[in-house]
């Protein structure tokens, strides 16, 4: 399916895409890899919302499961998300891109808190929106963070670049029968328990009918080719 018609999109990207080869934290060439091919993305006539995770820095669960307190956890994974949509606003306007940052947990002195029509107003001006801070919740993921950015902001489309091409009938790499699906609906994600956004941001996006382009942000031109309609992809859909 071609997005291109489609106006306003949503790109969530894993905070771990932004590691590159790195085994932690933020690979400044890769961010700004990632951040030209935002910019093609503009540059072709979208309307782009940024979402950006925070697993390359720290995540609420891993804390908890060492002892931290998991709201605590929660917290700080949020304010990990930050500072990745800090670093993709640095490498955007490295590359003369209007971006702002807005989180979801206010924070004055570094970017603006998220309010609805003060974003619509900059993508409107074409300036991209780094949606920072998820939900501004513990127990909550920067997936349903974007679901719902993507809800709130009338996306056309929500579009996950991960480290796999797409969803599958099982684990790749461990089940050589496993099949990619071109598409699939809500209901299937759901009910089978496929592990590719948790199920609140799933739920979402069938709500408000939002599809979810599943694709490998791994390969450099992805985002232009699921755009154009000629990439390696899963949508999921009614
Ligand atoms: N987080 C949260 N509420 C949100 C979004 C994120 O508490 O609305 C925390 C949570 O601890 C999560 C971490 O921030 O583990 C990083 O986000 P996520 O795991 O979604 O990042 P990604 O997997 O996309 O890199």
Same mark, same amino acid.
């Given at each position: ?62 804390? !908890?499961? $060492?002892?931290?307190?998991? /709201? ?9 998300? &930050? %500072?990745? =949509?800090? @670093? ?89 029968? !496993?099949? $990619?699906?071109?598409?699939? /609906? ?9 592990? &590719? %956004?948790? =199920?609140? @941001? ?37």
């Amino acid at each position: 399916m071609p997005l291109k018609d489609k106006k306003r999109i949503l790109l969530k990207l894993s905070g771990e895409v932004l590691m590159g080869e790195q085994e932690y934290g933020i690979d400044p060439a890769y961010v700004a890899r990632l951040a030209e091919e935002v910019k093609a993305a503009k540059d072709a006539g979208y309307e782009i919302c940024l979402v950006i995770g925070g697993g390359n820095i720290f995540r609420g669960v891993a804390g !908890a499961a $060492r002892g931290l307190d998991r /709201t605590t956890g929660d917290y700080m994974g949020m304010l990990a998300t &930050v %500072m990745n =949509a800090l @670093a993709m606003q640095n490498a955007l306007e490295q590359l003369g891109v209007q971006t702002r940052v807005q989180s979801a947990i206010p924070m004055a002195s570094v970017c603006e808190p998220y309010i609805r029509r003060r974003a619509e107003r900059h993508l409107q001006k074409g300036r991209i929106v780094i949606f920072a801070a998820g939900t501004g919740n513990p127990f909550f993921t920067t997936d349903t963070g974007a679901a719902l950015r993507a809800a709130e902001m009338n996306c056309d489309a929500l579009l996950k670049g991960t480290s796999v091409d797409g969803i599958y009938s099982a684990d790749p790499k461990t089940d050589p029968n !496993a099949t $990619r699906f071109e598409t699939i /609906t809500y209901d299937k994600v759901l009910s089978d328990n496929l592990k &590719v %956004m948790d =199920a609140a @941001a799933v739920a979402l996006c069938r709500e408000n009918h939002i599809p979810i382009v599943v694709f490998s942000i791994r390969e450099k031109g992805n985002v232009a080719r699921v755009l154009d309609g000629s990439g390696v992809q899963t949508i999921v859909q009614e």
